[in-house]
């Protein structure tokens, strides 16, 4: 069975308080984490991982790319980030396929719902997040003490290696 997860961007945003506060300086980089730490929840759980952000006040066409194994979707003009992420619940709905969507609007959870995904708030994407990421370090720690490979390895190399396990460059 196909897992896939499909983040309401900017709402994820406005609810992580480390995100939150971050924004109001530098949006971009607040979008980045969010996107890396996907790219962690990716690896990590190998769901297929989706980020969508609202595009509908910018002009322009829709905007489609993949940052690590995550996708990244700024919608089109006049097209918000529930209308997206509504019609993808719609397209990915089949029997082979568990759809959860992460977003604290209440209403888009419900609507979500009654097209067959499963809904998860912001707050607890940020919980299930924490804990994979103490998960991360407990394995990066205890393979290390283990030094699988009996050649020593300084800490940069060992990030870097742990870069190219998540699909980072």
Known sequence: MENILIVDGYNVIGAWPELRSLKDLDFAKARDILIEKMAEYQAFTG???????????????EKKSKNFKVEVIFTRENETADE???????????VNTRIFVATSDY????????????RKSSRELKIEMEDIEKRIDRK???????????ISLSEEIAEIFEKWRRGQK
Request: aromatic share 12%; net charge positive.
């Open 47 to 61: 769901y297929r991982v989706i980020v969508v952000f609202d595009a509908h006040m910018v002009p322009g066409i």
């Open 84 to 94: 997206r992420i509504e019609k993808l619940a719609s397209e990915f709905k089949n």
């Open 140 to 150: 990066v720690k205890s393979a290390r003490e283990r030094n699988f490979s009996n």
């Open 107 to 118: 209403t888009e959870q419900w609507v979500v719902f009654a097209k067959g995904a499963l």
